[in-house]
């Protein structure tokens, strides 16, 4: 897996950067960009074609700057990308650790390469931080 990003808050690559997103482990690391609009983490899967069907994030452990609002985007090969869900006002609470579930409608179910987070509006603090402790993908592996 590659992983590409908006600039890191402050630089810190261990406490916010994007390889945190993965870690499904109990510390306080977390991804966590610079507070600007449209902020992104984009994952490559190097070896194989994945079909998302469903993904879940987990909020930053003491829940500030929850995503509300972003949107997921594939592509085949880094240029192209079509939209397959967005969410706005997604159900996180400000200071509260939570895990959000998102379905993806069936009709977008379709092989790529490349998954892409994008946030769309502010965080649950009103900021552009773009935050979150993890993210997982389900679905399909080719």
């Given at each position: 897996i590659n992983i590409t990003h908006s600039p890191i808050h402050q630089g810190n690559i261990t406490a916010y950067g994007p390889y945190n997103s993965i870690k499904f482990d109990t510390?306080?690391?977390y991804?966590?960009?610079?507070?600007?609009?449209?902020?992104?983490?984009?994952?490559?899967?190097?070896?194989?074609?994945i079909i998302p069907t469903h993904?879940?994030?987990?909020?930053?452990?003491?829940?500030?700057?929850?995503?509300?609002?972003?949107?997921?985007?594939?592509?085949?090969?880094?240029?192209n990308w079509e939209e397959i869900d967005r969410q706005n006002n997604a159900p996180f609470q400000n200071a509260v650790p939570g895990i959000c579930e998102f379905s993806i409608n069936e009709s977008k179910h379709k092989?790529?390469?490349f998954i892409r987070l994008t946030q769309t509006g502010k965080s649950s603090n009103g900021y552009n931080h773009f935050a979150f402790k993890s993210i997982e993908f389900y679905g399909y592996l080719k």
């Amino acid at each position: 897996i590659n992983i590409t990003h908006s600039p890191i808050h402050q630089g810190n690559i261990t406490a916010y950067g994007p390889y945190n997103s993965i870690k499904f482990d109990t510390t306080g690391n977390y991804f966590l960009t610079d507070n600007l609009p449209d902020a992104y983490i984009c994952y490559e899967f190097k070896n194989h074609l994945i079909i998302p069907t469903h993904y879940k994030i987990r909020s930053r452990p003491d829940g500030y700057d929850a995503p509300l609002h972003f949107k997921i985007e594939i592509s085949i090969d880094g240029f192209n990308w079509e939209e397959i869900d967005r969410q706005n006002n997604a159900p996180f609470q400000n200071a509260v650790p939570g895990i959000c579930e998102f379905s993806i409608n069936e009709s977008k179910h379709k092989e790529c390469k490349f998954i892409r987070l994008t946030q769309t509006g502010k965080s649950s603090n009103g900021y552009n931080h773009f935050a979150f402790k993890s993210i997982e993908f389900y679905g399909y592996l080719k």
